[in-house]
C-alpha cells in the first residue's frame, strides 16, 4: 500500500513538473534579451557576417519556446549576403506567394508589424516540404520584400 501511494504521489509530481515546467515554456512576446534568441538566428548572424548595427535591427517575436520545440518570427533588413546565408546556406526553395505556407506565415505575424501585400515584389522561400508532411528540426519560411530589403523569417524547431 505504502509503495502504491509513493508511486502515485511521483507520477503526479511528474505531471505536475511536465505540464507546468517543461510544457508552458516561455510566453509569446517580443525577445530582446539576445542570448534567448533562437540558435537559427544566431547562426545566421554568423555565416552572414552581421555588423553590430545590423544585429541592433533584428526585431524578434517569440510565438512559444517549450522544451521540445520553439516557434520565432524575425525581421531586419537584409542584404544580398543574408539573403544568400539563409536560402542557400540552409537549402531553401521558393514557394507560391499565394501558397499555405505564404498566408499561415502572414496569419502569425505581429498585429504591430508591418504585413507585407505579397502580390506586390516580394518573394517566398522556405525548408523543402515545409507545412506539406510532418518534419522534425529546424524548419525555415521566408518573406523577403525584393524592393525594401526587408526580411521576415518564420523558425520552427521541432525535436
Same mark, same amino acid.
Given at each position: 500500500m505504502l509503495v502504491t501511494l509513493v508511486v502515485a504521489c511521483v507520477?503526479? =509530481?511528474?505531471?505536475? !513538473? *511536465?505540464? &507546468? !515546467?517543461? *510544457?508552458a515554456g516561455k510566453p509569446p512576446g517580443f525577445v530582446e534579451d539576445r542570448s534567448e534568441w533562437p540558435r537559427g538566428l544566431k547562426e545566421l548572424i554568423s555565416d552572414a557576417n552581421l555588423g553590430d548595427s545590423d544585429i541592433d535591427a533584428i526585431r524578434v517575436y517569440r510565438l512559444y519556446d517549450r522544451a521540445w520545440d520553439a516557434e520565432y518570427i524575425w525581421q531586419f533588413d537584409a542584404g544580398p549576403q543574408v539573403v544568400k546565408a539563409l536560402v542557400d546556406g540552409r537549402g531553401l526553395t521558393p514557394?507560391?506567394?499565394?501558397?499555405?505556407?505564404?498566408? &499561415?506565415?502572414?496569419?502569425?505575424?505581429?498585429?504591430n508589424w508591418s504585413i507585407p501585400d505579397l502580390s506586390q515584389g516580394?518573394?517566398? *522561400?522556405?525548408?523543402? =516540404? *515545409?507545412k506539406a508532411t510532418y518534419m522534425e =528540426?529546424?524548419?525555415?519560411? !521566408?518573406?523577403?520584400?525584393?524592393?525594401?530589403g526587408r526580411l521576415l523569417v518564420w523558425y520552427t524547431f521541432i525535436f
Open positions: 507520477l503526479v =509530481g511528474l505531471r505536475f !513538473v *511536465y505540464r &507546468e !515546467v517543461i *510544457y514557394v507560391a506567394v499565394d501558397g499555405n505556407v505564404a498566408q &499561415e506565415f502572414v496569419d502569425k505575424l505581429p498585429t516580394y518573394e517566398v *522561400y522556405s525548408t523543402p =516540404g *515545409y =528540426g529546424e524548419l525555415f519560411a !521566408v518573406i523577403l520584400d525584393k524592393d525594401e
